[in-house]
């Protein structure tokens, strides 16, 4: 089973789907949106840096859905990896064994219809503006190499723009959606809830 937790940048996704996966261990495995961002290696430097990373069209679809059609499957994948600082995809490729449940996490999972029918569960984080910005902010500035007036140009310029239009209306396809901070009580409630759907389909195979 499949299953999206999706929100804005700084929302909490990656947090969510990383205490799910320790929460179902060993039956689940992970994987992000964020590893399928297209290869930006053709063009300069500073034109890579301008391009506006915060609208759907700066994810390889073709690609991802390759890789999530083979997961629903049960086949073991082989996963982009993204360098955020350059804006390009690196050489080396991970390798995702199946596990009955694959949390991916992602921006934009649930806007196109292709990609949100393979999900059997779906996880919408409504996080408020303030919260995002400051976590994202954080984020930035240890590990991607950002100065912070940097960071706040492309939240005021793109960033937020793009959830109002792009991330925001999908919370109308989420099973739960989670507002507020995250509480351990809403990890176990979640993994509860996935071990029981995901014992379902295994069922409905075994008796197929």
């Not at 360098?83 to 995809?89: A, I, N, P, V, Y």
């Not at 996880?123 to 912070?148: N, Y």
């Amino acid at each position: 089973m499949l299953v999206a937790v999706v929100g804005g940048s700084g929302s909490g996704k990656s947090w969510l789907a990383d205490k799910l996966a320790a929460a179902l261990a060993p039956d689940a495995a992970r994987l992000s949106l964020d590893d399928f961002y297209r290869d930006r290696s053709h063009l300069p430097l500073a034109r890579r840096a301008r391009l506006n990373f915060d609208h759907p069209r700066s994810i390889d679809w073709p690609a991802l859905e390759a890789v999530l059609r083979k997961c629903s499957q049960g086949g073991a994948v082989r996963l982009p990896c993204y360098d955020f600082k350059t804006h390009c995809r690196g050489s080396e490729r991970r390798i995702l064994k199946p596990k009955p449940i694959i949390l991916v996490d992602g921006l934009w999972l649930l806007t196109r219809l292709g990609v949100r029918s393979f999900f059997g569960f779906r996880i919408f984080l409504d996080c408020s503006a303030r919260t995002r910005f400051h976590r994202r902010l954080t984020r930035d500035l240890r590990e991607r190499g950002r100065t912070e007036a940097s960071v706040k140009e492309q939240f005021r310029q793109t960033v937020e723009p793009m959830h109002r239009r792009y991330v925001v209306p999908q919370a109308k396809y989420a099973d739960v959606v989670l507002r507020g901070e995250r509480q351990p009580s809403d990890v176990r409630r979640l993994a509860a809830i996935l071990r029981t759907r995901a014992d379902g389909i295994s069922g409905q195979g075994q008796d197929a």
